[in-house]
Nanobody
Framework: QVQLVESGGGLVQAGGSLRLSCAAS????????MGWFRQAPGKEREFVAT????????GYSDSVKGRFTISRDNAKNTVYLQMNSLKPEDTAIYSC????????????????????WGQGTQVTVSS
C-alpha cells in the first residue's frame, strides 16, 4: 500500500504559475504509474495528467495540454505538476493517484485505473 500527500496549492492570479508536489510513502514508488486529477465545486473529478513509472511517457487532458507539465523523481518518491498560464477555470482541489503498473510505459487516464489517492490540495486562480 502507498500513501500520498499533496502540497503546493494556493491562491494565484490568472496567468500565474504553481507547482504541486505529491509525496509517496514506501519503497516501491518507481513501480507505480501516477496521475493528477482535479475536482471543482459542483463538478465531477476529472483527469488532468498522467506519467508512467519510468517517467518517459506522459499524457494530458486537452484543457491543460501545453500549460501543465507532469514529472516525477523516483529517488525522492515524488511526482510534480507544474502549472503555468493558470486560468480561473483551473480552480479546483487537485489530487494525485497511484497504481502499480505492469509495464514501464503504462499510464492511466481514468479514475477507475488508480488504486490509491491523496487527500488533495486546493488551487484557486483569481481573475
Amino acid at each position: 500500500q502507498v500513501q500520498l500527500v499533496e502540497s503546493g496549492g494556493g491562491l494565484v492570479q490568472a496567468g500565474g504559475s504553481l507547482r504541486l508536489s505529491c509525496a509517496a510513502s514506501g519503497r516501491t514508488f518507481s513501480t507505480y504509474a501516477m496521475g493528477w486529477f482535479r475536482q471543482a465545486p459542483g463538478k465531477e473529478r476529472e483527469f488532468v495528467a498522467t506519467v508512467s513509472r519510468s517517467g518517459d511517457n506522459t499524457g494530458y487532458s486537452d484543457s491543460v495540454k501545453g500549460r501543465f507539465t507532469i514529472s516525477r523523481d523516483n529517488a525522492k518518491n515524488t511526482v510534480y505538476l507544474q502549472m503555468n498560464s493558470l486560468k480561473p477555470e483551473d480552480t479546483a482541489i487537485y489530487s494525485c493517484a497511484a497504481r502499480s503498473a505492469a509495464t514501464a510505459q503504462s499510464t492511466g487516464f481514468t479514475r477507475g485505473y488508480y488504486d490509491y489517492w491523496g487527500q488533495g490540495t486546493q488551487v484557486t486562480v483569481s481573475s
